[in-house]
């Protein structure tokens, strides 16, 4: 060995050896001796019964407790453990609707998979009534001995024809998921969803001066696929992903016969239920951390289509009209997504911190246009064709913020955003919006922070294409809500304190915007939302605690309209409010066999509408309410380490004042026949017991 | 010694200096590390069910090399940090020095400790919880995360949104409302529709958009329809209020005012429906039951030739 490789030699030795020896510790005695490692088995049941009082599709819709009577049901989670496999799963509600069951498990460090099922039961009303009967899953007829007329009041097999029929659904999901991981940096994984729901759903169908609230029988499934492939670096990670939802419908159409009297040909009609559909999305990501300044770069890029080429129904079912041959058999649908971002944060100095990021997702409907000459429901045609309309548009979000620590407990904060929005075939083309706001998070004291935030945006439009409102024969004063002039006002406040000497904690988080529409002089004018949450709890000893929460969420907007398609000559205003309050305990140990937990909610909800039009004065509709208490007791006694007995109360009272549906019956609108449904208004008792036992010899509980 | 040899001396106790300086923070490297591990700490903890719940959770897997726990890994101060100071003796009276801790009522910087937890899994998160409004707000991984449980809190459907609600109470007001998703009967969770660890997304979204995100659960409303609906198309919040609503469908306002607040077509859309309308009144088919929807049921968007008003 010459001089010169001996010195690069003991040069090379010299720089290593720092980062060689700091990683090195010295673990020769760390046995790990005490650490309970799992193996084997274990499992942990609850079997019980609930007693339901009365009926609720309210109180049973995603539950499963939506009749009257017992329930068996059964609960549990567990696991196995080898040396070299682990396994996990839970049982959810088997005995209800809302069942759930999971299996997860691998070879922790090279695979892991996961199995799921689950089922939501969807109960929207038990209260309604119809007069239609399904000979067929897309089909739905009238009585044998059915009597059309004009209005409901001279429908006079109605009443003898009503049956009862819930509108409710179900929707089971099943996932089955895995991923590899060959090495530490690098990963496979997929899973696989699949939605299936079917049930039926309130669907309006109308004929040219009457409508039907229909019990429309429909029939879903969508499979998901995510699949994707990453490597990750000591500072770096990229990933490749592609994601397919497919969407099935089993019923193309909705069939129905008309129960009102129609025109000849038109007593049998269709409309078209939601398509076959598929979206498809290939998307890429990565990140990189750069020592200097802590700088982190993250990026991503996904394009995607959604296709769609259902076949089209004809124009029309009546067959004594002529309808000229449809433009093509199917839409040919072909949308191209594409969704891109960047974000940049750094601290170019231990006070402060800057972030940047930018995102772009646009929507390009390549859908062809065509020419569509339209049946008017089915009872004659328009002789006025229309062009189908692909909207498309361009969305862009530029973000810039930055911190800075002004002192030890004092963080200010200050942003711009901006957004930008191209729109095809709308009133407004280009509309932008840009924000400010300011921050300032400060700790008077180690227990209390108190976080400020407020700012203004403007949004703004190039012109509101009023040509483009006339092809829609709008008012041309209306300034869609969405695409208007807008100057927004919010701040935000945020107090938490936690005493040091007492385990409590108090927080308040409010909101206030306000939105002025002020170069609108048809829709909305002006909108505010101020909400309010706090929350108290204590812990008052290692085996009691106690909890109170309150929000209050206020929104209101004011909006005008035009009777004379002119100026405004009619303003509305509408006002949301809504009220909860939370209370609770927990007290465990008790005798040191017990546990007791309370848990009670109200929640009120109160809609003000009223209407002023022309120099009247304001007409005030009833209050839309709703008023929902929920008292949830339960009681545990530990009978031994491994059996404890449960007994749940739950007392539920939903009470809904709605006008809409209030005295609503099938015949009470003249030229609707509607399904009675009426305000939900249950009350009722839930009283269950169980037995939870504990399978296994592991103690470790948690 | 010749002047070579006094060089050469000279370069060697240049390079072996930094040698000497390495090996002794080596050794102070190695004397902040406890003697045995997690026997060490073990020795006091093992009476705490918080703790040993550990070998039951992803952390306590010692096939795993990956964990904590892994052949090699430095156990309980793998997060905790060297334990040597705090598991060594201390006088009567004198504090023990701590170690890294992670609860909200930790004295160790929010800083520290996400940095102990993104050791591992920083890249498997996809650095997305810089640029993310949790990272923003200096919220610590165990403000969510309960790494000891054997079943994660933040990590069941059933229990998730308890833990969100923590700091999101006004979402969970929300979430109360006589119309909303089955949070609370712990059916949903924020993560169906939520990327909790931030990204580049607006509200840190599970999918690219708003609607890729709802039509995961209603693809039917997708489309690409013959006539589409322009709100339908670009946002599903312009009408719906996602969190909750006094209204049903979750809708953002009470039809028929929800869909005046665009349509201003000569006739029926331009009226100004007021209380006579209602049940006991003339019983308007604008106000009641399903208000413009009577008709115009299609609102998400019509497939139909024929469908342009979107009724068929």
New interface residues.
């Given amino acids: 060995m010459n001089r010169s490789a001996a010195l690069v030699f003991i040069i090379s030795v010299t720089m290593s050896a720092p980062a060689a020896f700091a990683q090195t510790v010295d673990m020769s005695e760390w046995a790990c001796e005490f650490c309970p490692f799992d193996e084997g088995q274990r499992a942990d049941f609850e079997f019980g019964a609930s007693s339901v009082s009365d009926d609720s599709a309210y109180f049973g819709d995603a539950t499963g407790y939506d009749e009257s009577g017992v329930y068996a049901n059964v609960d549990g989670h567990g696991g196995y453990d080898s040396e070299k496999h682990r396994l996990r799963w839970t049982l959810e509600d088997l005995g209800l609707d809302s069942r759930f069951a999971e299996l997860e498990g691998g070879r922790p460090g090279m695979f892991d998979y996961q199995l799921a099922y689950r089922e939501m039961p969807r109960r929207q009303f038990d209260t309604t009534t119809t007069i239609f009967q399904q000979p067929a899953g897309d089909t739905l007829s009238l009585p044998s001995a059915w009597v059309r007329a004009p209005a409901t009041s001279g429908l006079t097999a109605l009443n003898s024809n009503l049956v009862g029929r819930n509108i409710e659904s179900d929707r089971n999901i099943l996932q089955i998921g895995g991923r590899y991981l060959p090495t530490r940096r690098f990963s496979v994984s997929a899973d696989y969803r699949r939605q299936e729901q079917d049930g039926l759903k309130m669907y309006g169908g109308s004929s040219f001066t009457n409508a039907s609230i229909l019990p429309m029988p429909f029939d879903y499934a969508t499979d998901e696929v995510d699949f994707g492939v990453r490597y990750s670096g000591d500072n770096s990670f990229v990933s490749l992903g592609w994601y397919l939802s497919d969407f099935e419908n089993s019923n193309a159409a909705l069939n129905w016969e008309q129960p009102f009297t129609t025109a000849p040909g038109a007593e049998s009609v269709a409309l078209a239920q939601a398509p076959d559909s598929r979206l498809q999305q290939l998307s890429l990501a990565a990140g990189y951390t750069f020592p200097q300044y802590q700088t982190v770069i993250s990026a991503s890029a996904a394009i995607g289509n959604i296709e769609q080429d259902a076949a089209f129904l004809d124009y029309t079912t009546n067959s004594n009209l002529t309808a000229p041959a449809l433009s093509r058999a199917t839409l040919d649908g072909d949308i191209d997504t594409s969704n891109f971002a960047i974000a940049i944060t750094s601290k170019p100095f231990d006070k402060a911190r800057v972030k940047f990021s930018y995102r772009f997702d646009e929507r390009d409907n390549k859908t062809a246009q065509a020419q569509w000459e339209r049946v008017i429901v089915d009872t004659f045609l328009s002789n006025d064709p229309e062009q189908n309309i692909p909207y498309s548009f361009e969305r862009s979000l530029l973000s810039i913020s930055g911190d800075y620590d002004l002192f030890d407990n004092l963080r200010v904060s200050a942003g711009y955003d901006r957004r930008e929005i191209d729109r095809d075939f709308q009133e407004v083309p280009e509309q932008t919006e840009d924000t400010g706001w300011g921050q300032a998070r400060w700790r008077p004291l180690q227990t209390l922070d108190i976080d400020v935030r407020g700012g203004t945006s403007k949004r703004d439009i190039d012109t509101y294409n009023e040509g483009i409102a006339a092809t829609f024969d709008q008012n041309p004063l209306m300034r869609k809500y969405n695409l208007a002039y807008r100057y927004r006002q919010f701040g935000e406040l945020k107090v938490t304190w936690s005493p040091a000497t007492v385990p409590m904690s108090i927080t308040l988080d409010a909101l206030y915007a306000d939105d002025d529409y002020t170069k609108s002089q048809l829709g909305i004018t002006n909108g505010d939302e101020l909400n309010v949450a706090a929350d108290f709890s204590w812990s008052v000893s290692t085996d009691a605690s106690i909890y109170v929460n309150v929000g209050i969420d206020q929104i209101d907007s004011e909006q005008t309209g035009s009777e004379s398609f002119a100026a405004p000559d009619w303003r509305a205003r509408h006002e949301d409010d809504f009220t909860t309050v939370g209370a609770g305990f927990r007290l465990q140990q008790i005798a040191d066999k017990f546990d007791l937990q309370l848990d009670y909610t109200r929640s009120d909800g109160e809609t003000m509408i009223d209407v002023a039009s022309g120099g009247a004065g304001p007409d005030t509709f009833p209050d839309l309410e709703s008023e929902l208490d929920d008292l949830r007791l339960r009681l545990s006694y530990q009978r031994s380490e491994q059996l404890e007995i449960n007994l749940n109360l739950r007392y539920q009272r939903f009470i809904a004042e709605d006008w809409a549906l209030e005295g609503v019956g099938p015949g009470t609108i003249p030229v609707v026949l509607s399904l009675g449904a009426q305000p939900y208004s249950p009350e009722r008792f839930v009283i269950g017991i169980g037995a939870r036992y504990q399978f296994g010899s592991n103690s470790v509980t948690q | 010694m010749t002047s070579d040899s006094l060089r050469h001396f000279a370069?060697?106790v240049f390079?072996?200096l930094?040698?000497a300086?390495?090996?002794q923070?080596?050794d102070d490297?190695?004397a902040e590390?406890s003697?045995?591990?997690?026997?060490s700490c073990?020795?006091c903890h093992?009476d705490n069910?918080?703790v040993?719940?550990l070998?039951?959770g992803?952390h306590?897997?010692?096939?795993?090399?990956?964990?904590p726990?892994?052949h090699?890994q430095?156990?309980c101060e793998a997060c905790h940090g060297p334990g040597g100071a705090h598991a060594g003796r201390v006088r009567r009276g004198q504090e023990r020095p701590p170690v890294i801790r992670f609860s909200?009522?930790s004295v160790t910087p929010v800083a520290e400790q996400n940095a102990m937890c993104l050791n591992c899994h920083?890249?498997?998160q996809?650095?997305?919880w810089?640029?993310g409004p949790h990272?923003?707000n200096d919220v610590a991984c165990a403000d969510c995360h309960d790494s000891?449980?054997?079943?994660d809190p933040v990590l069941?459907?059933?229990t998730q949104p308890q833990v969100c609600d923590n700091c999101h109470?006004?979402q969970?007001?929300?979430t109360?409302?006589?119309f909303a998703h089955?949070l609370v009967?712990g059916?949903?969770d924020c993560s169906s529709c939520h990327s909790l660890h931030g990204?580049?997304?607006?509200s840190s979204l599970a999918r690219?958009?708003v609607n890729?995100t709802c039509?995961?659960?209603h693809?039917?409303?997708?489309?690409?329809?013959?006539?589409?609906h322009?709100?339908v198309?670009?946002?599903c919040g312009?009408c719906h209020s996602p969190h909750g609503?006094?209204?049903a469908g979750m809708l953002a306002?009470?039809a028929p005012?929800l869909c005046?607040?665009?349509?201003?077509?000569?006739g029926h859309p331009?009226?100004?429906?007021?209380?006579?309308g209602?049940?006991?009144g003339t019983?308007?088919?604008y106000?009641?039951?399903?208000?413009c929807?009577?008709?115009?049921?299609?609102v998400?968007g019509?497939?139909?030739?024929?469908?342009?008003?979107l009724?068929?």
């Avoid at chain 2, 000891?148 to 079943?151: E, L």
């Avoid at chain 2, 990204?199 to 607006?202: E, G, L, Q």
């Avoid at chain 2, 019509?302 to 008003?309: I, L």
Wanted: charged content about 20%; glycine content about 6%.
């Fill in positions: 370069v060697l390079l072996c930094p040698m300086i390495a090996a923070s080596a490297a190695q590390y003697r045995k591990g997690a026997d073990l020795a093992q069910a918080v040993l719940a070998f039951r992803k306590g897997v010692p096939s795993n090399p990956q964990s726990f892994g090699g430095l156990q909200p009522d920083e890249s498997e996809g650095f997305a810089h640029s990272g923003n000891h449980a054997a079943r069941q459907t059933s109470q006004r969970r007001s929300e109360r409302k006589a089955p009967e059916k949903m990204d580049s997304v607006a690219q958009t890729d039509q995961q659960c693809a039917e409303k997708r489309g690409p329809y013959l006539w589409e322009a709100p198309s670009e946002d312009l609503s006094n209204h306002k009470r005012l005046q607040s665009c349509h201003s077509q000569s331009s009226v100004a429906y007021q209380s006579d209602l049940a006991s019983a308007s088919k106000l009641l039951g399903q208000s929807m009577n008709c115009h049921s299609q998400h019509s497939n139909h030739p024929s469908g342009s008003k009724m068929r």
